[in-house]
């Protein structure tokens, strides 16, 4: 995989015989309070590598376009104006920048419900933000989330209860725990496989590291910390790559083994 242009909120991967185009929707700041360890409590001590905006931990907010040139699919939406944060909702900009029309997007993937990851199926002003779309994949577990704001998109959704292929070279893998229906897509070319995930990780400079480290609002601490174990090692394979939420934007990199943990090698400089 390698990088072949970027903007202010894009940056475009050849990946084999596909492209992926990562969509910055912006940041969010969280307190530190909110990591946990192995038994749930917060953590005594930020380790000093951990960077802070502040007093606060600065999680960027990534979505994944992926194309052949026939098909694609938009994997997660990010926030829209759902989150009244103004770091956020910058996925719109992201796809002018890229050159992706919206009323081209027929195929929206989920990770899971969390409003930064679905909310841009919603435009600020109330419409719908791609006017042709026909299928929203979803962890059958999170589908609860379409009604309100998002409940004109109920209609097209196709709940996601085992592992599924949503094309010809994208997978749905459940991988419960942050939420129910929290689901990777594993895309792959004919060079390798990209796994693209929503809050597997929150914070890349401490989860590959100390991968047991966990996130207050992991719904099942354990259950998540058991698919990001899983995950983390799976990527370690070769020709394995992945492309994260909350990883720094662009948010593609490559895992390797790193100790008593994984260290964490991005494909590109940093966005934003």
Do not use: C
């Amino acid at each position: 995989m390698r990088l072949i242009s970027s903007g202010q909120h894009h940056a475009t991967f050849e990946f084999g015989d596909l492209q992926v185009i990562s969509l910055r929707d912006g940041y969010i700041d969280m307190p530190p309070t909110r990591l946990r360890d192995e038994d749930g409590r917060t953590l005594d001590e930020l380790p000093a590598v951990v960077p802070l905006a502040g007093d606060n931990l600065r999680l960027s907010v990534n979505a994944f376009f992926v194309t052949d040139g026939t098909r694609s699919v938009l994997i997660d939406t990010g926030a829209s104006n759902a989150w009244h944060d103004p770091t956020m909702g910058l996925i719109y900009d992201a796809l002018d920048e890229a050159g992706i029309d919206r009323a081209h997007v027929t195929d929206v993937a989920i990770t899971h419900k969390h409003e930064d990851h679905v909310s841009g199926l919603i435009a600020p002003d109330g419409s719908e933000a791609f006017t042709e779309l026909e299928r929203v994949w979803i962890g059958a577990g999170d589908t609860s989330v379409f009604t309100g704001r998002l409940e004109p998109i109920r209609d097209r959704v196709v709940p996601v209860s085992e592992k599924v292929a949503i094309n010809d070279w994208t997978t749905a893998i459940p991988t419960p725990g942050h939420t129910p229906g929290h689901t990777v897509y594993d895309v792959r070319s004919g060079t390798g496989h990209l796994l693209v995930w929503g809050d597997t990780v929150h914070v890349p400079t401490l989860q590959f590291d100390q991968p047991n480290v966990s996130w207050e609002l992991d719904g099942n601490q354990s259950q998540a910390r058991a698919a990001r174990a899983a995950l983390l090692e799976q990527l370690t394979q070769p020709h394995h790559f992945v492309a994260g939420a909350h990883l720094d934007s662009p948010g593609i990199a490559r895992v390797t083994p790193s100790g008593d943990g994984y260290a964490l090698e991005y494909l590109a400089p940093p966005i934003g």
